[in-house]
């Protein structure tokens, strides 16, 4: 029982030709008359075989078989007598479009033009393109094939039906437009934008009906989430109208009052969007003056700008159907509800609306509500019939939105003149990840010489994308003023953090600032005294006097003093501090002055002022934690620790460190990962306070960044003094001829979400492993560069009836290893029960497990530092021969707190593991037939990969701690084959293929360049 509309908008219900138009048109094209010069094909591209005769273009003005009418509203969108067939080429770029040489030049100007176009494609889910070709005036001898201006459609369009495109277009001009501007001698329509790097073949798309105008209103349009009357039909009852509607959610009940007047309300600019949890029971309600009338409840769960509202042979919402809830709607001929029970009659609308859940699987983001009272009828569009017409009843249609809220929000923070931190932290705002209604409490911090006006905050979702997806907003902007700040301090309110993505931008503005005695705090001081060479002494630092005729001694070009949080102060001359937290230049007494003991919140470089009785010491003091984090991203390549400090003892073992002491030496040795890759010689060190932040905080040098030699000996020594707040180290490998592999698979978790096209979740199942498996991005998710799977307590799906929900990815559906090297870095949180792994199962599952093999790259359980590597077979598990040969091993390596690389050499005849890039087991192929007939080797084919994070249930893993949080990171893992050009063929400088040639992207070429190119499925190299 399919039912969903589309109906044309009021416009549309006159014939185009019709139209009366209160616009200037500057001119139409029709095709019917010799109103263009020309019509033919243009591609942007300059390599393009449409330009250079390889591919003769495909375009003609033809009869007009399109004239039929809409089969959802019934009316001919084009009746002209013409039309222009185009072919868009599968060999042309992106760029490739109709081009209409005008008879007409017509100027462009300050003001926005806009250009219509009625097209008619096969697909509707990608942008159109105008590009205007012609000449600036002004410039003597210019072509007039220069593209001009480049403008976007970017609505989704109905497959195979007519569309009236608007392009808006504008251009330089001087206040005289009639002495110079731009002079547009030609359209090009490019019908589809989208990358077709990957099309098979070409579509044919039709043109007509070109029109010049000032107007952006469509000639007529589909819309997105129609009525079957006039979006502002007054209600003419007055014995029947909606005066509000009500969504009960939790606790909370959302009352939305709407226009009697109206028919129909858009409620969504007035208000704002009611925030659901996926999963969550929310009940919906309406308040109505009159009676007979049902009331009906959709939500748009698939965002596509419509309604579906199938339902079953008893009224109850089919699968995927978007109306969620009904009373008194006729179903084949019996009044129902959407619980489908039989409600006896139609007279319902007094009565609450039943409730409803909202999907579990539906993704965070803005969802379109619509409430309805009308009679009989489930459409979402209203009564159409002649005798019950929802305008005639005097019904009411009203629509909302939904904001389904994320459970973490991703905060970032831009602005000039300042910073805007983390009040508990001093942390620049930048890509801080919150969970979901969480309060987060800000700082501005303004740069000497400004203060701010308050802050503008953008919510929502895709912050960088469109404002809106089919009419709904996808995120919002609110300004709060300075005047809302207590101490530069402001707590976000909880309506910005419910949603995905929140930028907030400081509004910085200059101020006068007269500064008396550069960074004093006002007191009488004595201007000349004698103390023979004395000073000040501050945690092992000393300042001596250099001119003791002044009491104002500046220190802030000597190196900073480092203080770790909660230090106590024990200076040679008793005084008073005072810290510039907020770096504006002053000193405040009341919010800067400490008295002993350094607070354990801020981290940064300040100036600081020592003030005794007779003099002001200024300096540098940098706050940081007593622990250093190690932030370190080798291409191609690991590090491993040579020497590293924790709790002040000096360790060598292997792994690098999450976090070590403070202003203690580090080093590091850089290992490829496979032979033929050499390193540059050099590592960029960035170390320091806020390392993706700007540099300069109030004129203090935040963070420092330098080159570091990395040695013949593969060392990178990183000395006690760049040692503090964060180090992030970064270097790179780079094949050599001599390298013999190539990396044909990798994942950096760079990103902000785990790309999809790599990684996939497998379903639950029965095994220790598998029992909890969950998609829930609570427990599977992209931060700070590394994938986290984590294993806690079921809290966010009630309808889960798992206790913990468990994360995992795996690369079956993208990659899978035959022969070759594959390695991770991982680092786990050990805990009783812990029961993470990096391992790999093979695509073939035939004979079922563990016949057809296991391999474990990486194991560990509980708290114990070290890992396990072990294959599965038939031969190990099922026959017990696992010392023939030894099927696992464990080595020691201390778990918490450090990184560990952990990789595995597949080779034909031998699995060889390596943790750290030292060889540590390896397991060999028998040359005995019987034993491979008995399932010895079942690696001769290719497996995927594995990440995980499970926890145990007392067989080997110990059973697991339920308010733990377990959480194993993932900070890359690459892959390299021993074929690295399989199917490619050297070829000389020169050499010239014969056609087709393609590059990488797919696009058609002679393959003159050096490079790699394709040619009848074969790669092939030019040097």
Known sequence: MKKTHRYLQAVALLSVQSMLWSTVCAQTITFDTNDFKSVSVYDGWSDSPLRDGRISPAVQVIDNHLTAADPETGLQPNTTAKIVGFQRSRYGSNLAGLRVDLKETFR???????????????????????????????????????????????????ANGWVDAVFEIKGFSYADPTKNGIDIHSLVICPDVADRSNLSEDFACYIDQIEITDSNTPRFATGNYTLSFEENHANSRTDRHLNSVSLSVGTNLYTLPTDAGRIYNNLISSQAPISVNAGQKITPSVNYTGTWMGAFAYVDWNQDGKFSFDVNTDGTPAANSEIVSYNGGNVNNTWRNSLGEDVGNGNRVANQLPAFTVPQTTKPGIYRMRFKVDWSTLDPAGNSTSNNLITANGGGIADVVLNVRSSETLVNASQLNGDIVVASTSQAVSNLTMHSNSPLRIRMMPAPGFTHNGIRIT?????????????????????????????????????????????????????????????????????????????????NRSYTLTDNSHSLQDFTQERMVGFTHGQELQPSIPGQLYIDYNRDGHFSQATERHTGVLPTHVEGIFRALWQTEQ???????????????????????????????????ALTTKGVPVATDAYKFLGLIAQPLQSGYQINGKARVRYGHNLDGAQQSGGITQWFEEEMEIGSDSRLNIGYNNMFGTVRILAAFEPTEAATTQQVFADEFNGTSIDDSKWSVRQRGNATWARFISSDPNVTFVQDGSLVCQARKNVFDPTDKVPTLSGMRESAKSYALLHGYVEARVLTKPHVGNFPAFWMMPMDMTGGWPTCGEIDIWETIDERNSSWHTVHSNWTYNLKKNGQPRSTFEFACTQDGEWHTYGLLKEADKLTWYVDGEEVFSYAKSTNQSDLGQGQWPYDKAFHLILNQSVGRGEWAAHYDPDFVYETRFDWVRAYELSPLNDVEHVKAGFTAQPPIYDLCGRPTRGKTKGLYVQNGRKFIVK
């Open 108 to 158: 462009l100007t300050k003001e926005p033009r806009y250009v219509h176009v009625m097209i008619n494609r096969p697909v509707s889910d990608s942008r159109m393109m105008l590009i205007t070709l012609g000449k600036r005036s002004e410039r003597a001898g210019q072509s007039a094939e220069v593209e001009q201006t480049w403008s976007l459609y970017k609505a989704n369009t109905k």
């Open 459 to 539: 919510y929502g979702y895709h912050l960088s994308g469109d404002s809106l997806l089919n009419d709904n907003p996808q995120f919002f902007t609110a300004t709060i003023p300075a005047t809302a700040f207590v101490d530069n301090e402001l707590t976000l309110p909880d309506e910005f953090m419910g949603y995905g993505e929140v930028r907030l931008e400081g509004l910085m503005v200059q101020e006068n600032i007269v500064e008396l005695d550069d960074h004093a705090v006002e007191h009488d001081r004595i201007s000349t005294l004698e103390l023979n060479g004395t000073g000040i002494s501050l945690a």
């Open 615 to 649: 003099y002001q010491f200024l300096f540098l003091v940098n706050l940081h934690a007593p622990k250093t984090k190690v932030i370190s991203d080798i291409t191609h390549g690991r590090f491993i620790s040579r020497l590293k400090y924790v709790n002040g003892q």
